[in-house]
């Protein structure tokens, strides 16, 4: 009632009027909602938005035309679980101490950026891929697949800790449920952050039945550096994620019934005895097509690899366009509701992905690939900014950005900071010069050796280490592909000596035990 009086219209009328406007201005301004959509090893050269070689993701693209894209944006230890810690709690792996996928439970009880949004009045939720062994808190709702999940007829953890199976392909159905929850399961007088967690676009690459026959006419160049020779660089000599020799013909790349070994043949059926006949039918008709046309072929040596490269990336583009797709329906659903203008929707990855540089499929190095991750958001009324975002950022800052931007204080110990300013076109001082790295699951799968390191905007040290001891630095500025290890090279000697000094600084600011394990 105080208000309607205010605004009576009496002598004074400027006072009132201003009274009236800023009374709108509180009613307008209400808290922002959160939409993080994350999958699983989508990397940057797969979204036309960043790379216009292999295929159209105007979904995705809608999200960076209509907001920003972030071009110098990386992870902190790429890999799945780890990588997930790391965004959740805002901290390097040494911070959260989940290290690897192998040897690690996350630590549920630590401080997550989804309990510190409760506290602020948020509802959260997270449907999809968790991974990271133990059982998700500080969510209103969660709804998670178990592992890595499974694309066809999957199996879900409920928040009663019961395992039910869902009908359809994983990729819908995650979108499917988070549309329900927004529609009919969130209180409606609180704003919301909803994590949609894809197991897209995880390898082995099973696309939705009706989207086998996609890009099957398209020709496909290997990479430049598809036959790297890794001259000077033991480490990458010494993994197993080579698409020549690694790369398992059945479980990879589909070729089920020609009479070949594999040792995936069990993890092979397993997946595709999860499929209903009709989708079933589909799937053995195509790819049954594939294998006969394989065997006619003989192929070996160079053919071979580039053959297995072709199939490798048009399997990866089959799921990218569901993914793709499903992004336009939680677009399309936060627009017909009116939600879309008050609403940060970000998209990413948790870390890049080899698509045939190097001769590699899979992630883990701290090379460009997989070190990169594709980082876009469409901002919410109030913020301005649009184009490229070049400020080098990590996806330890996305726990500080979504605190900040729901005016919650970030914990000081926090590694990361938030990226609210750059949202809002501001340039501010003492933005970072460098960025750490720290990848640890050794000896595992793809048998990617230990090692940390620091990129600046010109070079990058790294340092393997446990069962071998060897250093690289690259010139980026130079050398983009990273082929040439500059480390023992004397006119390279200042620049190792300032990158060891910066890679000590981080591992201290971190609190990174690794310090101790080396020295200058």
């Not at 808190?137 to 409920?158: A, H, K, L, R």
Request: aromatic share 12%; glycine share 6%; with cysteine.
């Amino acid at each position: 009632m105080k208000i309607s009086r205010i605004c009576q219209p009496l002598a004074g009328t400027i006072l009132v009027g201003a009274a009236c406007l800023s009374c709108a201005k509180k009613e307008a301004r209400k808290p922002y909602n959160i939409l993080f959509i994350m999958t699983d090893d989508h990397t940057a050269q797969m979204m036309s938005c960043y790379d216009t070689r292999y295929m159209e993701t105007p979904n995705l693209d809608r999200i960076a035309r209509d907001g920003v894209r972030f071009t110098n944006s990386f992870v902190a230890n790429s890999l799945s679980g780890p990588s997930r810690a790391c965004m959740i709690t805002g901290k390097h792996s040494c911070g959260n101490l989940f290290y690897d996928n192998t040897t690690c439970v996350f630590d549920n009880s630590q401080q997550t950026f989804p309990k510190l949004l409760r506290k602020a009045g948020y509802e959260t939720a997270v449907i999809g891929k968790w991974h990271l062994e133990s059982l998700p808190t500080g969510f209103d709702y969660w709804q998670i697949v178990p592992g890595q999940g499974e694309y066809y007829n999957p199996g879900f953890i409920t928040m009663d800790n019961d395992t039910i199976v869902k009908q359809g392909y994983l990729t819908n159905i995650i979108t499917d449920d988070a549309i329900d929850w927004m529609e009919n399961g969130r209180d409606r007088d609180k704003p919301f952050c909803l994590l949609v967690h894809h197991k897209a676009i995880h390898r082995n690459w099973m696309a939705d039945t009706t989207h086998l026959n996609l890009y099957e006419d398209r020709t496909i160049p290997v990479p430049e550096t598809f036959y790297d020779d890794y001259e000077g660089r033991p480490a990458a000599a010494a993994q197993e994620m080579s698409i020549d020799k690694d790369m398992d013909l059945v479980y990879d790349l589909k070729l089920f019934g020609t009479g070949m070994d594999s040792r995936l043949m069990g993890s092979y059926m397993y997946n595709v005895d999860r499929m209903k006949p009709d989708e079933r039918a589909a799937w053995d008709r195509f790819y049954g097509k594939i294998a006969d046309d394989f065997m006619e072929r003989g192929l070996s040596g160079k053919e071979l690899a580039e053959w297995k490269f072709d199939r490798y990336m048009k399997d990866y583009m089959k799921v990218v366009h569901s993914l793709d797709n499903n992004v336009g329906r939680l677009l399309d659903y936060l627009e017909e509701k009116g939600l879309l203008d008050n609403t940060l929707v970000v998209y990413t990855s948790d870390q890049g992905f080899y698509m045939g540089e190097h001769g590699w499929f899979d992630k883990r190095f701290m090379y460009e690939e997989s070190f990169r991750t594709p980082l876009i958001m469409r901002l919410p009324d109030g913020f301005t900014r649009r184009g490229d975002i070049t400020e080098m950022v990590q996806n330890i800052d996305y726990a500080p950005t979504f605190l900040e931007l729901a005016g919650a204080d970030v914990p000081e110990d926090m590694h990361g900071v938030s990226l609210v300013p750059l949202l809002k076109g501001e340039k501010p001082e003492g933005w970072r010069e460098s960025l750490y790295y720290h990848f640890y699951e050794y000896p595992a799968e793809h048998m990617v050796k230990r090692h940390y390191g620091v990129r600046n905007d010109r070079y990058k040290l790294i340092h393997f280490y446990n069962d071998i001891d060897c250093w690289e630095l690259y010139d980026l500025e130079n050398d983009p592909h990273e082929l040439h290890n500059l480390y023992d090279d004397p006119a390279y000697s200042v620049q190792v000596a300032m990158m060891k000094d910066e890679l000590r600084k981080l591992q201290e600011q971190y609190d990174d035990p690794a310090r101790f394990s080396w020295h200058i």
